[in-house]
């Protein structure tokens, strides 16, 4: 085969990403800066088509050309769908978690939710054999787990383990393109943190030209999923840490060499001895809200609790005499728990029991807590957490008492109702809660 005609071959390749491009921006024109940051690379022979995000340029879509041109002529629409499906795993970053996860699983619902996306776009030169078969597939799983992001399907085949027949049905019905391009390597042209920067771009503007446009939904739905911040919830518990001294040796301020020489001089008489006592940020007083009512799962709360015990107790984080109270709370505060030290935090993990599980009002808490601050029941008060679903009456006005106020909430749904400008909100991945 002469090299004019690879170059043939080539050039005429390139023509047909070139007008898949063109379709897509057509109608989707927040997409222009995410089109740009992709190059094409044929690679006759390979049978497939992938996205290798470990080129030292760029992201690059690889290609066999017999595979693009066999799927041109079945339908144009195959190479555009093909193109914004690529596109969209790397604006959704599905790749960058590849060394997270269990790969078969990924693959699946990371196909399923791209392909969800591009069928919720519902415009014109998208259309491909076998969507209305997709579109019923993904309306069943849109009731099992809710909002179609990659995450949440991929959870539901972790719990769930179909059988092997049923995983390879779905790859076959929403797979497009090869994954072995997705294991990253040391150097990044185009790392995670810039492929988030043009993802928050189109979510901008997708919110700012699409309104509330249900066609967007989905595509906002993962958009919002890959431009989301992590948190570690340790670092956050730690910032309600005060400063107290504790009874340790303080080898920052331990000189060793009067010691040392002292032991030299006099046999076993050091000149100094090491301070037993240190400066430490640790937490002291601080309240943890649960909402126990109807919409809050008992498994649930009974994991965010374990989380923070195991946070709490390490000697890193916990004064030896505490002052925490555990509220158990739905429309009124129904039990406070109050923990002083390690081993009643240790009995009421062991034989605390949840009460409540009515409708939801936050207010009576921070009376509850504001009450107690003016009786003097807390001397230094940072914080009150607030575990809860967000679905109740928030108090009109921040506490008087100075304290910080954090509403955690699980990553269960997409929408989160919004909170006071007072507060701060924190969203805990499920994974969060089952590391200790």
């Known amino acids: ?162 059988e092997k027949k049923e995983l390879l049905a779905l790859e076959s019905l929403f797979c497009r393109d090869v994954h072995d391009g997705w294991k990253i390597t040391e150097t990044l042209e185009i790392t995670e943190a810039q492929w988030k920067k043009i993802s928050e771009r189109i979510r901008a503007e997708l919110k700012s030209f699409s309104g509330d446009k249900s066609d967007d939904k989905s595509l906002l739905q993962n958009l919002e999923e890959a431009v989301k911040e992590t948190y570690d919830y340790g670092d956050f518990l730690r910032k309600f840490s005060v400063s107290g001294e504790e009874m340790q040796i303080n080898d920052d301020e331990f000189d060793y060499v009067y010691y040392t020489y002292g032991l030299s001089l006099y046999g076993n008489l050091p000149l100094v001895e090491p301070l037993e006592y240190k400066d430490v940020n640790k937490i002291k007083e601080f309240v943890v809200a649960i909402d126990t009512s109807g919409s809050c799962r008992g498994s649930v709360v009974q994991a965010f609790l374990n989380k923070t015990y195991h946070i709490l107790k390490s000697s890193e984080n916990f004064f030896r005499k505490v002052n925490i109270h555990i509220l158990q709370c739905d429309s009124q505060v129904r039990r406070d728990t109050k923990i ?97």
């Open 1 to 162: 085969m002469g090299g004019g005609f690879v170059e043939s071959v080539e050039k005429l390749a390139i023509k047909v990403w070139g007008l898949s491009r063109d379709r897509l921006l057509i109608h989707l024109r927040f997409l222009d800066v995410a089109l740009s940051s992709i190059e094409f690379r044929s690679q006759p022979g390979t049978g497939q088509v992938l996205c290798n995000i470990g080129s030292s340029k760029a992201v690059v879509i690889s290609y066999d050309p017999e595979v693009l041109f066999r799927l041109y002529k079945d339908n144009p629409n195959n190479v555009t769908r093909l193109h914004l499906h690529i596109l969209l795993h790397c604006i959704f970053g599905h790749s960058y978690k590849y060394d997270k996860v269990e790969q078969g699983l990924w693959n699946i619902a990371a196909d399923m939710a791209v392909e969800n996306a591009a069928l919720g776009l519902q415009i014109s030169g998208l259309e491909t054999k076998r969507d209305e078969e997709r579109r019923e597939i993904l309306a069943q799983w849109c009731t099992r787990v809710g909002a179609l992001t990659a995450d949440r399907i991929y959870r539901r085949l972790k719990e769930d383990r179909p």
């Open 340 to 436: 002083t030290n390690d081993e009643e935090f240790e009995c009421f993990m062991r034989e605390g029991k949840l009460e409540g599980f009515g409708s939801t009002d936050f207010r009576p808490v921070f009376d509850y807590v504001d009450q107690a601050v003016e009786r003097g029941e807390f001397e230094n008060l940072k914080g009150l957490i607030y575990f809860t679903d967000g679905y109740g009456v928030f108090p009109a006005r921040k506490p008087p008492h100075g304290y910080d106020t954090a509403f955690v909430f699980l990553e269960d749904n997409y929408e989160k109702p919004p909170i006071p400008p007072w507060a701060i909100k924190l969203v805990l991945p499920v994974e969060e809660l089952e590391k200790e």
